[in-house]
């Protein structure tokens, strides 16, 4: 207990602001003369500066049993006439954990790791990385076997990734939950990167696609607003965090 | 519930949640697990406590039951064993600390004196905290320690915890 006026679970609902407008204001005026309740909130407040420096984001499956799983889309996919129309959203904390997990329409899916420190890939509940990770992708797909996946940033840099090489999409194997070869490092940018993955049933050029995800951005210059439609391509996209501090 | 919102939940409270959990369980992995168990009900439950100054004694509840379950299910409970002979065993200067002696307590009284004994030797509430978390009575209160203080006086002196 910190005195005789407030207990210890008052204070902490202090911290929290839990408390009545009313009740604060007597907690904040009662701290100014008193070293033992003043020491308790202290207390408190660098408890919660050193845990959320250790952990500052909360994992979406305990440290000691992960398993394969997926992000889920805030916003589901459309489908219009003239092809699917995608609409953007960030990378939720939640994921599904049932079954087979998560599988969008169309039979196509994408989904990211992160390597742990023994090289390990291991989901994270929120996509927020720090510059030096390595991020896998895995994939799934039937049909639309040929992809493309780049990135925009906030300042609207646009990279690709695969293919690698040439100026059409790459063919893949079809499957499940496959993964694509090579980890990609995370540079010293930070702040949002949107991740866009073009599967299609045809090879597209990939100045093409670069081109729309440009035209897109600017036309929508927050990330998650972006909408990206190209031919009858089956679009999906994660929205990555990048900040400095990472556990 | 938005994702703003889980993560202004998750910084206002997680470091009270993991405080619970890493005073009961003594290990860092499992904390953060439980950590997260208990993140997770107080997400399906926030909107629910109309009071939000009933927050924080609910997550002490909370937390400390789901640790409470977790240490009753600890393999590592020696059987037969008496608690106050546990102690003379670790004479190996390997210490039997609080930790060990809440993990006795959860296999061999019930929840009442349990509670006890975790807010007053592990939170150091008073009394009247505790009787705001478990709603206890002072004298059931005083009732379940001395009942504690008295099936171990050998460990409580170890922890030089016999004064209190």
């Not at chain 1, 190209?230 to 929205?239: G, N, P, T």
């Not at chain 2, 889980?6 to 290990?27: M, V």
């Not at chain 2, 809440?102 to 592990?122: D, H, L, T, W």
């Amino acid at each position: 207990m910190a005195c005789e006026k407030y207990d210890k679970l008052t204070l902490l609902s202090y911290v929290t602001g839990d408390l009545s407008v009313e009740k604060r204001l007597e907690v904040e005026s009662h701290v100014t003369r008193c070293a033992s309740c003043s020491g308790v909130i202290k207390e408190a407040e660098e408890e919660r500066a050193a845990f959320l420096e250790a952990f500052p984001v909360i994992d979406a499956v305990p440290a000691r049993n992960r398993r394969l799983l997926r992000f889920t889309p805030v916003r589901t996919l459309l489908a219009v006439a003239a092809g699917l129309v995608l609409a953007v959203g960030a990378g939720s904390l939640l994921v599904d954990r049932s079954g087979d997990g998560y599988r969008t329409k169309g039979g196509v899916a994408l989904n990211l790791f992160v390597q742990d420190g023994s090289g390990e890939p291991v989901v994270r509940g929120e996509p927020v990385f720090s510059p030096g990770e390595r991020i896998q992708f895995t994939y799934s797909c039937g049909g639309e076997r040929y992809f493309i996946l780049a990135s925009v940033d906030d300042m609207g840099r646009i990279s690709v990734y695969y293919p690698a090489e040439g100026d059409r999409s790459m063919p893949l194997e079809p499957g499940r939950d496959l993964p694509l070869p090579n980890s990609i490092l995370l540079d010293e940018y930070i702040g949002n990167e949107l991740y866009i993955a073009v599967f299609s049933a045809r090879p597209l050029r990939v100045a093409r696609v670069v081109d729309k995800i440009e035209r897109a951005f600017r036309e929508r210059t927050d990330l998650r607003a972006t909408v990206l439609k190209i031919d009858d391509a089956k679009i999906r996209s994660i929205l990555l965090k990048k900040r400095e501090y990472q556990r | 519930m938005s994702q703003s919102e889980i993560d202004r939940l998750y910084r206002t409270y997680g470091f009270i949640i993991y405080g619970r959990c890493i005073r009961l369980l003594g290990c860092r992995d499992e904390a953060r697990d439980a950590t997260q168990v208990v993140f997770m009900k107080l997400l399906r439950a926030y909107e629910t406590i109309q009071d939000k100054e009933r927050v924080v004694p609910w997550i002490f509840r909370t937390a400390q039951n789901h640790c409470f379950n977790l240490l009753r299910d600890r393999k590592k409970f020696v059987y037969g064993v008496e608690p106050d002979e546990l102690v003379d065993q670790r004479n190996d200067g390997d210490g039997f600390t609080k930790k060990d002696l809440i993990e006795q307590v959860m296999k061999r009284f019930n929840r009442a004196v349990r509670e006890a004994v975790y807010y007053s030797y592990v939170e150091e509430f008073d009394q009247r905290e505790i009787q705001k978390l478990t709603g206890q009575s002072p004298a059931t209160i005083r009732r379940n320690l001395k009942r504690f203080r008295e099936a171990l006086p050998v460990a409580l002196k170890r922890l030089g915890m016999d004064g209190v």
